[in-house]
């Protein structure tokens, strides 16, 4: 099975915010959160916990997440980093550089500051 379009780190990335096409990247993230769901209900731990590994790490998710927070009711609050994105290019330069990392965490299962 081939990861879905868009998951990946592929080249033609629209460099224009407004150029992303916005009902295919939540498509694919619909798709992947149904595929962890029937994972989980089916009792296959492993393949949930493989899929969440492909939805945490995908572009579409990322993409998807710095929409979500830029568009919302608290877009002008800012976040921990006391920084309010406002321009598209902002939202651009967030979701490639916001991940989380297993570095990240602490061995609680909490994240480090």
Same mark, same amino acid.
Do not use: C
């Given at each position: 099975?081939?990861?879905?379009?868009?998951?990946?780190?592929?080249?033609?990335?629209?460099?224009?915010?407004?150029?992303?096409?916005?009902?295919?990247?939540?498509?694919?993230? &619909?798709? =992947?959160? !149904? /595929?962890?769901?029937?994972?989980? #209900?089916?009792? @296959?731990?492993?393949?949930?916990?493989?899929?969440? %590994?492909?939805?945490?790490?995908?572009?579409?998710? &990322?993409? =998807?997440? !710095? /929409?979500?927070?830029?568009?919302? #009711?608290?877009? @002008?609050?800012?976040?921990?980093?006391?920084?309010? %994105?406002?321009?598209?290019?902002?939202?651009?330069? &967030?979701?490639?550089?916001?991940?989380?990392?297993?570095?990240?965490?602490?061995?609680?299962?909490?994240?480090?500051?």
């Amino acid at each position: 099975m081939t990861a879905p379009p868009g998951a990946d780190a592929s080249f033609d990335q629209p460099r224009d915010w407004n150029g992303i096409h916005w009902k295919a990247i939540q498509q694919q993230v &619909r798709r =992947l959160q !149904v /595929r962890i769901a029937k994972a989980v #209900k089916e009792g @296959k731990h492993r393949r949930a916990l493989a899929l969440q %590994w492909l939805l945490t790490h995908s572009r579409a998710a &990322r993409l =998807l997440a !710095v /929409r979500m927070v830029t568009t919302n #009711k608290g877009a @002008k609050t800012p976040g921990v980093d006391k920084v309010i %994105w406002r321009t598209n290019r902002q939202n651009s330069k &967030r979701q490639k550089t916001s991940n989380v990392t297993d570095t990240d965490r602490n061995r609680s299962g909490g994240y480090t500051s």
